[in-house]
């Protein structure tokens, strides 16, 4: 699976951004989706996560009220809707699939990874 994340940029706080991964490959529509962000000099941060059908999701508590994950398999394409945005919001985000098609909040699980969208938020 080959993955590519769009649609960061720079808002200013309270703004909203919509995020974009387009998937391609065999197993592109069977796999789960998850976002992540890194800051240089932290660790990878879970965001969220969609299996397979799009039925099913888990967010982070930080962001479970302000970020909202979906998917149309029909563009092979993942969102992560983002509102609300804080300064400590920026970084890099990444999708990122499990081609066993279930959502889950480790990345370890997560086979393939996309490179990344830069997220800045202004205050």
């Known amino acids: 699976v080959q993955l590519q994340a769009s649609g960061g940029g720079l808002v200013q706080a309270g703004g909203s951004l919509r995020l974009s991964c387009v998937a391609s490959?065999?197993?592109?529509?069977?796999?789960?989706m998850g976002w992540f962000r890194q800051d240089p000099g932290k660790e990878r941060e879970f965001l969220a996560a969609?299996?397979?059908?799009?039925?099913?999701?888990m967010y982070a508590d930080s962001v479970k009220d302000r970020f909202a994950i979906s998917r149309d398999n029909a563009k092979d394409t993942v969102y992560l809707q983002m509102d609300n945005l804080k300064p400590d919001d920026s970084a890099l985000y990444s999708c990122?699939?499990?081609?066993?098609?279930?959502?889950?909040?480790?990345?370890?699980?997560?086979?393939?990874w996309g490179q990344g969208t830069q997220v800045t938020v202004s205050s």
């Open positions: 969609i299996n397979w059908s799009g039925a099913k999701t």
């Open positions: 990122a699939a499990n081609k066993w098609g279930y959502e889950t909040e480790s990345s370890q699980k997560y086979d393939f």
């Open positions: 490959g065999r197993d592109a529509r069977t796999s789960a």
